[in-house]
């Protein structure tokens, strides 16, 4: 194993966790500059560059940063278990990581946030990453409990169904779509998307999902990799676009964007949950794996179709 200290490690995953070198500070109660230098240091150590910088700013984990952190993880938890130094008064406490789709982990985070506040003994990691570096992390052993978006069960992981997640298809105000009554879904292809990046589960799930309710083709203007992006392109008018009804809601709606409305149609994708094999009967984890999907689940509930 590569030369380094706890000290280093526990400052790395805590930048990843925060999402960012300030929330980091914040977090741990160092100025950035020291987070930096813990991180610099760490990536001289290693020989790799753990986060991916564009003009100065942090934008994510590189591959190799992935990588990293998976294992810093598990190095951490080890330690923990044996009492290991630096730990501080919480080495004592049980440690869960949780991790999920984009968007799904605001609603996770929410009730999350209300779990552990009663949770004196627990502490839950939750970390948002794409579908593809998902799969990575569970059978890298660095995941605990995974819920997703999909359009039904996944080969890459052993999972069950949570919940019926509603969607929309959402477009600016003004926009052809929203100026009078509800359209089939025909007339919603004629007008370009954003839709996430070819080849990526995401991508498949929605077009899967669209499919079934006819639409099997759709001119498409942007494909960002991050959610952001996307709203970004619907809010200034570049396209319309698929989106969970509630982010719509929360996100979406004070910016002029408005939901389209279709001919007796719903639209909808499945949150699936994942388990790690080993944790399947472990009390702790299936307790707080139970509470968030009954907690995040719609408050009008929806029957799955498998």
């Known amino acids: ?23 980091c500070s914040d977090r741990l109660g160092i100025s950035q500059a020291a987070v930096s230098n813990h991180i610099r240091r760490l990536e001289e150590e290693l020989g ?16 190799s940063g992935v990588k990293s952190y998976q294992r810093a993880k598990e190095l951490l938890r080890e330690t923990e278990r044996f009492g290991g130094p630096g730990l501080g008064a919480g080495a004592a406490r049980r440690r869960v990581s949780v991790y999920s789709s984009a968007v799904l982990d605001r609603m996770l985070a929410r009730h999350l946030t209300k779990y552990v506040t009663h949770r004196a003994d627990l502490e839950v990691d939750l970390i948002q990453l794409s579908f593809e570096k998902l799969v990575e992390a569970f059978h890298g052993g660095s995941v605990d409990v995974a ?15 949570a919940w019926l997640e509603p969607v929309g298809i959402c477009a600016p105000a003004g926009h052809p779509l929203v100026r009078g009554d ?23 799930s929605v077009d899967q999902m669209l499919r079934r ?12 990799n991050h959610p952001c992006m996307a709203d970004e392109a619907v809010i200034n008018g570049l396209a319309i676009s698929c989106c969970v009804k509630r982010h719509f809601d929360e996100a979406l709606k004070r910016f002029g964007v408005r939901e ?22 472990d009390k702790v984890v299936s307790d707080l794996s139970d509470y968030l999907a009954e907690q995040s689940r719609p408050l009008v509930p929806t029957e799955a179709g498998s």
Do not use: C, N, W
């Open 147 to 161: 819920f997703f978006y999909s359009s039904g069960p996944v080969e890459e992981l052993a999972s069950t169904f």
């Open 260 to 281: 389209v409305l279709l001919k007796d149609l719903d639209l909808s994708l499945q949150v699936r949950r994942a388990v790690r094999p080993e944790l399947a009967r």
């Open 1 to 23: 194993m590569f030369p380094t200290t706890l000290r280093r490690l526990r400052v790395f995953v805590d930048a990843v966790e925060a999402g960012s070198f300030r929330a």
């Open 182 to 204: 509800a359209v089939g879904m025909e007339e919603v292809g004629r007008y370009p998307f954003v839709a996430p990046p070819e080849g990526t589960h995401f991508r498949r």
């Open 48 to 63: 790799t560059v753990l986060f991916v910088r564009r003009r100065g700013a942090v934008a994510g984990l590189a591959e």
């Open 213 to 224: 309710a006819g639409l099997d083709a759709y001119p498409i203007a942007i494909e960002p």
